[in-house]
């Protein structure tokens, strides 16, 4: 299994950006997939979980902004993240948890700066 994420970049204050994770097999609805960030010298803290029953869970710092998603053949995880703030840029992870293994994908960066 390979994630890979795409869609960061650098954008303005108030910007939105989608980040994608995607898989080579559908594997996200069978356990928890996770959006993680890292910031700069900082570990790697959870940001959204989406569970395999649809129910989503945000960190307190983006809930309203940011939501989790996934398409229906489960092959890959989004991320919108609307009204974007400086301090939620670092770089990106999607994690999921299939047959009993931990995937992680390589990670996107997310650069919010005027």
């Known amino acids: 299994v390979q994630l890979v994420e795409s869609g960061g970049g650098l954008v303005q204050p108030g910007e939105s950006l989608r980040l994608s994770c995607a898989a080579s097999?559908?594997?996200?609805?069978?356990?928890?997939a996770t959006w993680y960030r890292q910031g700069a010298g900082e570990e790697r803290k959870l940001v959204a979980v989406?569970?395999?029953?649809?129910?989503?869970h945000y960190v307190e710092s983006v809930k309203g902004r940011f939501t989790v998603s996934r398409d229906p053949t489960k092959k890959t995880l989004y991320l919108q993240m609307n009204n974007l703030e400086p301090e939620d840029a670092g770089v990106y992870f999607c994690h999921v948890m299939y047959t009993n293994t931990a995937y992680w994908g390589q990670g996107i960066r997310v650069t919010v700066s005027s």
């Open positions: 097999g559908s594997i996200f609805g069978d356990d928890a």
């Open positions: 989406m569970t395999p029953q649809d129910t989503t």
